[in-house]
């Protein structure tokens, strides 16, 4: 796994049959999920896969930007034309961080975890983040658009990002190839999607549990309306955070963010 950080990723092959069925690589670019938007609406088949070597609106959740010198990392979007159920509406994101999780463990052997909802984390700090967007197409048919960033070749972080973010040169010391890295999250986030459809997504929630690194602590959970705090019980069958609270109302939370862990 390791070699040149810029190894072309228009020549690589994922071994995948779906997600990468076709491939759009850009050296520049707003954003990775504007420019799969803009292709979804225009009926490009399910698991067409964009690259960027650089964003120059990189977004996350909330609106945040997203630091990525050029030419470092992973910055892609892949499009699902799945129709999702509603029960199913939190597992593209959680498919996401699983892969990433499992890919960069079984490529680096760090020890990443899944910070529910949507980041990867080593060593309590953020090493990838994913952001999925629903819209529809020219036809009015929904799509998803799943972005995702992964920390692979930064050296060093600006001050204000140093205590939250890592990457994975950081945290090994090492160059890694970044399209063997995508192949591997590829491959899995095709295994959980194809699972997805049809149904069985009990491997990927039980994986997700295994992952999760905030189950057994006592959490605060932000949402739009207010902040719960309580004991992380685990994730439920449609991706959701199920949460403890001290007054025994047991809550279930499909969006929100964890601001604080114990």
Not at 1 to 13: H, K, R
């Given at each position: ?13 994922f071994g995948t049959q779906i ?172 295994r959980d999607y194809i699972n ?67």
């Open positions: 796994m390791l070699g040149p950080s810029n190894l072309c990723f228009q020549d690589a092959d997600i990468g069925c076709r491939v759009k690589v850009f050296n520049q670019v707003n954003s990775t999920n504007d420019v799969a938007i803009h292709l979804g609406k225009e009926l490009t088949p399910d698991g067409t896969l964009v690259i960027a070597e650089d964003q120059t609106g990189g977004r996350g959740r909330h609106s945040r930007t997203w630091y990525s010198p050029p030419r470092l990392n992973i910055l892609a979007t892949v499009i699902l034309r799945h129709r999702l159920l509603k029960s199913q509406i939190g597992l593209p994101c959680l498919i996401g961080a699983v892969a990433i999780a499992d890919a960069v463990r079984e490529c680096t052997g760090l020890s990443a975890a899944v910070k529910w909802p949507n980041d990867v984390i080593v060593n309590r700090k953020k090493i990838a983040g994913l952001l999925a967007e629903l819209e529809y197409d020219r036809n009015q048919q929904p799509f998803l658009a799943l972005g995702f960033g992964v920390n692979v070749g930064i050296e060093s972080f600006p001050i204000g990002l140093r205590q939250i973010a890592t990457s994975l040169r950081i945290e090994s010391g090492k160059i890694w190839c970044r399209a063997m890295l995508l192949g591997a999250i590829l491959r899995r986030i095709e997805l459809k049809n149904n069985h997504t009990k491997p990927l929630i039980k994986r997700a549990n295994q992952l999760c690194s905030i189950l057994g602590q006592e959490v605060k959970i932000r949402t739009a309306e207010r902040t719960f705090g309580g004991l992380a019980e685990r994730i439920d069958v449609d991706g959701g955070l199920l949460l403890s609270q001290e007054s025994g109302v047991n809550r279930k939370f499909l969006i929100g963010e964890v601001v604080k862990t114990n």
